[in-house]
């Protein structure tokens, strides 16, 4: 199974709408595929332009490591020089922090991530969870 341009764009309507739902500040979201390229992107209106690569590198962390954003954080906080040392590998390109969710199917197979940023990182991580949701996804927050 792959994510398809139609889910994508199911993922981030449905964060988006989230987001709006709890009075979030305009976000940005981008979906991935398990090779960790761009299958689609928004910014909503008012999101700071330099917002795509935060959200790009939510996602392109969680999918190159196999590991959710908040996982992420925590193993950054006990090993520093462990997350150090992959940005080093991925050219400074992985956030490490929540928002970045690695997305499987039923079966557990990773297919993609998808990276949200605009608000605090915990409120990205609701909103993309609510967008995984919409497409019969297991999201790895």
């Keep these: ?5 139609s ?13 709006g739902e709890m ?4 976000l940005s979201v981008v979906v991935l595929d398990a090779g960790g ?14 917002r795509f690569a935060i959200a790009h590198g ?16 925590a193993r950054a906080e ?7 040392a992959v940005n080093g590998v991925y050219g400074g390109q992985v956030v490490p922090v929540p928002g970045g969710v690695l997305l499987r199917t039923a079966k557990g197979d990773v297919v993609g991530a ?15 969870l609510a967008g995984v949701e919409a497409v019969k996804l297991v999201g790895e927050g």
Excluded at 39 to 46: V, Y
Aim: charge should be positive; glycine fraction near 12%.
């Design 37 to 50: 390229h761009v299958i689609a992107f928004e910014r909503q209106d008012g999101a700071a332009p330099g």
């Design 78 to 84: 006990a090993q520093s020089y462990f997350m150090a």
């Design 23 to 26: 009075g979030l500040k305009p």
């Design 1 to 5: 199974m792959k994510i398809t341009l």
């Design 114 to 128: 998808m990276g949200v940023t605009g608000d605090t990182s915990d409120n990205d991580l609701i909103a993309a």
């Design 58 to 73: 939510k996602a392109y962390g969680a999918v190159m490591l196999g590991m959710a954003g908040t996982a992420q954080m």
């Design 7 to 19: 889910k994508a764009r199911t993922m981030i309507r449905k964060t988006l709408e989230k987001g």
